[in-house]
């Protein structure tokens, strides 16, 4: 059974930062492109980062390029995203998600792409 179990979320002043793991388990991780999307309240969810199997080649939003980081560990199974330089507008629950992937470049974006979810973490950040 997959599982994406998300943590490191919390609350944090603007300017400051938070890094959030993704803990897989039930997949062999190599196999599967991963993305970071977030929502928050009454809007949809949207993307924020994506990174192909072997992080070779990732996706940012417009949104966090320069601030956010996508990074992940094959071997322990675990994907990062690290945030910084937060602002108010970055909060929202942050979900990973799975994409089963025969292309070891291919860098999924779009939600519909996706095979599996976390339940997600929440991130608050205060002006």
């Known amino acids: 059974q997959v599982q994406l179990v998300e943590s490191g979320g919390g609350l944090v002043q603007a300017g400051g930062s938070l890094r959030l793991s993704c803990s897989a388990s039930g997949l062999t991780l190599s196999l599967y492109a991963m993305g970071w999307f977030r929502q928050a309240p009454g809007l949809e969810r949207e993307i924020v980062a994506a990174a192909s199997r072997y992080g070779d080649n990732t996706y940012f939003a417009d949104s966090v390029k320069g601030r956010f980081t996508i990074s992940r560990d094959n071997a322990k199974k675990t994907v990062y995203l690290q945030m910084n330089n937060l602002k108010p507008e970055d909060t929202a629950v942050y979900f990973c998600?799975?994409?089963?992937?025969?292309?070891?470049?291919?860098?999924?974006?779009?939600?519909?792409?996706?095979?599996?979810w976390g339940r997600g973490t929440q991130v608050t950040v205060s002006s």
């Open positions: 998600a799975a994409d089963y992937q025969q292309s070891v470049k291919h860098t999924p974006t779009s939600a519909n792409e996706f095979d599996y």
